[in-house]
């Protein structure tokens, strides 16, 4: 089971706070650090101060600050970026990082954000999938494009002339492509068409089975032979005792019932017990949603007390 964190900076957060968390990401021997792609904050319990962080700007720093962890988005918002830019940005952050880029790309969601920030927002779900998919086509033909030929792409919403496709990735033939959700029939054909890895968020494990079956199912009938990794996100509140779960769900936010019904919450013996249920489902990776950034402590906690006793 690969351990990677996931952060919330619209939350909450500077880059300085994310870079400690990174660091401590690299050093306590975790897989990767990813982030959402927001850039409004969510509950009435945070500000949101000091303002939201840009998530590919974010990344091109800790491309440059960390060495091992991969690094990635969940997810970037086909809404806040037009398909060719974010391939350039993508490609260029992955060469940053020497190659540890993880591109974790959804549909869009949170109407709110994009009337905060001036951002189209497509009112019908179909026209954001319909945008995205032609996204998910443009972004992965451009960096396939072989170099010296070029791109042209015609589609209904985007029409790409002959380019240059450039620059490329570091890592061939592309960065790992992550989609996500639990749609029963678009999500799990946009995914065995483009995705190398599949994550639900913030399920249970019955939901999480049922969605990896029904990816599994598209992969087998489009007749794929690539593998695909399956994933998921899970909100994290260790303790070593009642009382330190207790702290860190009040510092979120949250009750301890709910977290432990809806999350990875309780003593490291119910975390690891609970993890091994997700992966008995299937999944190869948990994203470990950290919601307070200033608790290192917790990471510690988890690379110490959980992860050296999970398959």
């Given at each position: 089971m690969r351990l990677s964190i996931f952060l919330e900076p619209q939350q909450g957060a500077t880059y300085e706070d994310q870079l400690?968390?990174?660091r401590a990401t690299e050093d306590l021997g975790f897989d990767g650090l990813s982030r959402s792609d927001h850039y409004l904050h969510m509950g009435d319990h945070v500000s949101g101060l000091p303002g939201p962080t840009d998530a590919w700007i974010t990344l091109a720093g800790l491309a440059r600050d960390t060495s091992r962890i991969r690094l990635g988005t969940l997810m970037t918002a086909a809404t806040f970026r037009h398909p060719g830019p974010l391939a350039i940005a993508v490609a260029q952050v992955d060469r940053m990082s020497g190659g540890r880029v993880e591109f974790g790309f959804g549909a869009g969601w949170f109407e709110q954000e994009h009337a905060a920030y001036g951002i189209p927002f497509p009112a019908s779900a179909r026209e954001r999938f319909d945008r995205y998919e032609e996204q998910l086509d443009i972004i992965t033909g451009l960096w396939s494009t072989p170099v010296g030929e070029t791109f042209r792409y015609e589609g209904r919403h985007y029409r790409l002339a002959e380019g240059p496709a450039l620059p490329k990735p570091q890592q061939g033939p592309r960065p790992p492509v992550v989609i996500g959700g639990?749609?029963?029939?678009?999500?799990?054909?946009?995914?065995?068409?483009?995705?190398?890895?599949?994550?639900?968020?913030?399920?249970?494990?019955?939901?999480t089975a049922a969605a990896f079956g029904r990816t599994a199912e598209a992969v087998r009938s489009a007749g794929r032979a690539a593998p695909m990794v399956y994933s998921a996100a899970q909100v994290l509140c260790v303790g070593r005792d009642e009382a330190e779960v207790a702290r860190r769900a009040e510092r979120i936010g949250r009750e301890v019932s709910d977290l432990r019904r809806d999350g990875l919450a309780g003593t490291p013996d119910e975390v690891v017990d609970k993890i091994g249920r997700f992966a008995a489902a299937g999944a190869e990776r948990m994203y470990l949603q950290v919601l307070d950034m200033a608790d290192l402590d917790h990471l510690e906690l988890v690379a110490s007390a959980v992860a050296p006793r999970l398959d």
């Amino acid at each position: 089971m690969r351990l990677s964190i996931f952060l919330e900076p619209q939350q909450g957060a500077t880059y300085e706070d994310q870079l400690a968390v990174a660091r401590a990401t690299e050093d306590l021997g975790f897989d990767g650090l990813s982030r959402s792609d927001h850039y409004l904050h969510m509950g009435d319990h945070v500000s949101g101060l000091p303002g939201p962080t840009d998530a590919w700007i974010t990344l091109a720093g800790l491309a440059r600050d960390t060495s091992r962890i991969r690094l990635g988005t969940l997810m970037t918002a086909a809404t806040f970026r037009h398909p060719g830019p974010l391939a350039i940005a993508v490609a260029q952050v992955d060469r940053m990082s020497g190659g540890r880029v993880e591109f974790g790309f959804g549909a869009g969601w949170f109407e709110q954000e994009h009337a905060a920030y001036g951002i189209p927002f497509p009112a019908s779900a179909r026209e954001r999938f319909d945008r995205y998919e032609e996204q998910l086509d443009i972004i992965t033909g451009l960096w396939s494009t072989p170099v010296g030929e070029t791109f042209r792409y015609e589609g209904r919403h985007y029409r790409l002339a002959e380019g240059p496709a450039l620059p490329k990735p570091q890592q061939g033939p592309r960065p790992p492509v992550v989609i996500g959700g639990t749609g029963p029939k678009r999500t799990p054909r946009l995914a065995a068409r483009f995705a190398d890895e599949y994550n639900v968020p913030f399920c249970s494990v019955e939901e999480t089975a049922a969605a990896f079956g029904r990816t599994a199912e598209a992969v087998r009938s489009a007749g794929r032979a690539a593998p695909m990794v399956y994933s998921a996100a899970q909100v994290l509140c260790v303790g070593r005792d009642e009382a330190e779960v207790a702290r860190r769900a009040e510092r979120i936010g949250r009750e301890v019932s709910d977290l432990r019904r809806d999350g990875l919450a309780g003593t490291p013996d119910e975390v690891v017990d609970k993890i091994g249920r997700f992966a008995a489902a299937g999944a190869e990776r948990m994203y470990l949603q950290v919601l307070d950034m200033a608790d290192l402590d917790h990471l510690e906690l988890v690379a110490s007390a959980v992860a050296p006793r999970l398959d």
